[in-house]
């Protein structure tokens, strides 16, 4: 078991450019969410999604697009990349009928926008 | 108003020290209480969790839970240098909302 998995694991873009970062799980967990960590803030919920096909928003889901379109896998998706995205994103899954220590985290993607 | 707020330190103590870690909470339905701990450039991993209030001890750590005055505690007994780490207080209402973060590094 690989649990969850990020790709890339950095990256440095330039400001207005696009990237998708593919988060990949592998314990058939229904549940999936995207989250960024900076200095001082924790981490933030993005968006997330409770099942293949759906996408809801979390805290902070401007400028940042999601797909669900494999149960296994959550596309995070940056159109037009701000300095302000600069930072390092976590994906997390966890099962629908879990409890609050059911949610596992990838080991990030960090990155930097120029 | 966040929902958790936590000091983000960072906190330096010598080997074998006791480390005191905080936060308070805004909502007073929140019932699940989690600490997660974050090594330098890994992602969170849970720790410990307490439903509803009172303390939960495992092994060298004890989490606590004030309900009265909306504060969680983290106690790291007996601490050791791979407890240097990033510990993050989240409240779990069918989400997770973490605090900031404390970075705690253990003196050998």
């Known amino acids: 078991n690989a649990g969850v998995t990020q790709t890339p694991k950095f990256r440095v873009l330039k400001t207005g450019q696009s990237m998708t970062l593919l988060c990949a799980q592998d314990?058939?967990?229904?549940?999936m969410y995207w989250y960024r960590q900076d200095p001082g803030m924790g981490l933030r919920l993005i968006h997330y999604?409770?099942?293949?096909?759906?996408?809801a928003k979390g805290e902070v889901p401007d400028g940042y697009n999601v797909s669900r379109l494999k149960k296994q896998n959550f596309l995070l998706g940056l159109e037009s990349a701000a300095p302000s995205q600069t930072s390092v994103y976590f994906c997390?899954?966890?099962?629908?009928?879990?409890?609050?220590?059911?949610?596992?985290f990838g080991p990030g993607t960090r990155l930097t926008v120029l | 108003q966040k929902e958790v707020e936590q000091d983000p330190g960072p906190l330096s103590v010598p080997e074998g020290a006791i480390v005191s870690l905080n936060c308070t909470y805004s909502?007073?339905?929140?019932?699940?209480f989690m600490w997660y701990r974050q090594y330098s450039r890994k992602g969170p991993e849970l720790l410990m969790y307490?439903?509803?209030?009172g303390n939960k001890e495992d092994g060298r750590f004890t989490a606590q839970v004030d309900k009265s005055s909306k504060y969680i505690s983290l106690f790291i007994r007996d601490s050791q240098p791979s407890d240097s780490a990033t510990y993050l207080c989240?409240?779990?209402?069918?989400?997770?909302?973490f605090g900031a973060g404390t970075t705690v590094t253990v003196r050998a």
């Open positions: 989240a409240i779990y209402d069918y989400k997770l909302s």
């Open positions: 999604s409770v099942g293949e096909g759906t996408t």
């Open positions: 997390a899954s966890s099962p629908p009928s879990g409890g609050p220590d059911t949610q596992y």
């Open positions: 307490t439903y509803s209030s």
């Open positions: 314990m058939n967990h229904e549940y």
């Open positions: 909502n007073s339905a929140f019932q699940y």
